[in-house]
């Protein structure tokens, strides 16, 4: 019988959650399912937003997971540079700004667009995906929010980042002639009023949202948690850090053992004050016991190191996520990060920049806006001016001025110098300046022996004037 392949996107979300739902049924069964891992170990097997979320607040290690990639991607100040020719190059004038640029530093300051991507990049990071709810200007009341944004030329009023768990998709486009055929037509949201304790849900358009998601694989709309693939050693690592903490809580008080002498007989009175003493003790209240024909001795503590358990999670954790261990764990800041590992990071986060941060955020949010008319067309086009993630801090600069200065100082000392190395070459190769650098002390140079010369002409002509009587 010839199989007919259904293409309703209901039908093959369901067909995904069944996938999904079979691929958790397998999970830590080895041994023909007589051994279930994830059981023995206490592994959740159905992970839902509910999950990550509560492990991102709760968690220092999965909050830096979330936190750390995005803070270190949007660094600096959010800058749009609109393009001067067809190659889309920026302008060579950074002085010069457009009226593109002028109202996009205009928008972001107002509606504080950066912090509110940051967000944005954040949730989609702990969910399958996360939406920025775009405010525009023709909706007047909560039933416009279901049309189409009608109109050329709008304003963005605000904008709301929001989270998978707030924001569910509660219907597709199902005509498979449509362009977005598979892809979200409505959003059922939900909106928190702090101020009322009140919550709200409404529906509005695709076309009011900016979907953004991370770690696609079949579709283009549900991506991967973050956290997903390390749920299992964060949870190792509570139960390592926690168990921790409560064997040298429990071994700093390892627990006492009473001995009664068969000899000496004991009232039911005695053994009552004899019970609260030890209640007391234990509860701070007392300090020492008083035990009349009962042999007092403490119970030896165990506390076992944890560090290398630890480091073991950690480790694996950071294979995963692509986090050097150093920057994971906050020591990136000391003596301890090592230049390999901070030259990785930034390539990575530099990759992050151009291969998901502008297609799948910035560069989408801005054509939205230039299509309604929010932000004038540039009409060569834009790029994202980011903040050099490779400049050098003013305590670096000074350390390398420290050091070039010494080796120029040894440099000019050796009277052989010059015959084994050239100037031009030391400031390149040992000093590291580049070809305009070079170019700058070496014009300078030629200034100040010209000026020189000119100082020995000049006193030259007057020593002469004054032999010849003939000056003032």
């Not at 956290?227 to 190792?236: A, S």
């Amino acid at each position: 019988m010839k199989r007919t392949k259904n293409n309703n996107p209901q039908t093959m979300a369901s067909d995904m959650v069944s996938r999904s739902m079979m691929a958790r049924g397998i999970l830590g069964k080895q041994y023909g399912a007589d051994r279930d891992v994830y059981q023995v170990l206490g592994y959740d097997t159905e992970l839902r937003f509910e999950h990550f979320y509560a492990q991102y607040k709760r968690q220092d290690i999965a909050s830096a997971i979330i936190n750390r990639p995005v803070s270190a991607t949007w660094r600096g100040a959010l800058k749009l540079q609109e393009a001067s020719d067809e190659k889309k190059k920026p302008s060579a004038d950074p002085n010069e700004t457009t009226p593109f640029e002028k109202q996009w530093a205009e928008l972001e300051k107002k509606l504080k667009l950066k912090s509110n991507l940051v967000r944005l990049d954040k949730l989609s990071r702990i969910g399958q995906y996360g939406i920025l709810f775009l405010g525009f200007s023709d909706a007047k009341t909560r039933e416009q929010l279901r049309e189409p944004v009608q109109g050329g030329s709008l304003k963005l009023l605000y904008v709301k980042p929001i989270s998978e768990g707030n924001a569910v998709i509660s219907r597709w486009v199902e005509d498979p002639t449509d362009e977005r055929y598979g892809m979200p037509l409505y959003y059922t949201i939900t909106i928190h009023s702090p101020a009322s304790q009140k919550s709200h849900t409404m529906v509005i358009h695709y076309s009011r949202v900016l979907h953004v998601a991370d770690g696609l694989l079949e579709g283009n709309v549900v991506g991967q948690s973050k956290l997903e693939p390390v749920f299992n050693r964060l949870k190792d690592l509570e139960k390592l850090v926690g168990g921790s903490a409560e064997m040298f809580w429990r071994g700093a008080r390892p627990g006492y053992t009473g001995s009664i002498n068969p000899e000496y007989g004991m009232g039911e009175e005695e053994r009552q004050k004899l019970r609260e003493q030890i209640d007391e003790y234990d509860h701070n209240l007392r300090r020492f016991l008083v035990t009349s024909g009962v042999q007092m001795s403490s119970l030896e503590s165990q506390v076992a190191d944890p560090m290398h358990h630890v480091d073991v999670q950690i480790q694996m954790i950071s294979a995963e996520t692509g986090i050097p261990k150093r920057i994971l764990t906050g020591s990136e800041r000391g003596e301890l990060s090592s230049t390999e590992d901070r030259d990785n990071w930034l390539e990575t986060i530099e990759s992050r920049r151009k291969e998901f941060v502008e297609p799948y955020i910035l560069h989408p949010l801005v054509d939205i806006l230039i299509e309604y008319g929010v932000l004038p067309n540039p009409p060569q086009g834009y790029a994202v001016d980011w903040e050099d993630l490779w400049s050098v801090s003013e305590k670096e600069r000074a350390e390398v001025g420290k050091i070039r200065t010494q080796s120029l100082q040894a440099y000019a000392q050796n009277p052989f110098a010059l015959d084994i190395l050239p100037p031009v070459l030391f400031y390149k190769y040992c000093l590291g300046l580049n070809d305009d650098e070079i170019q700058a002390i070496t014009k300078a140079q030629e200034q100040s022996m010209l000026e020189e010369d000119e100082d020995e002409v000049a006193d030259e002509v007057e020593d002469e004037e004054v032999g010849n009587g003939t000056g003032g």
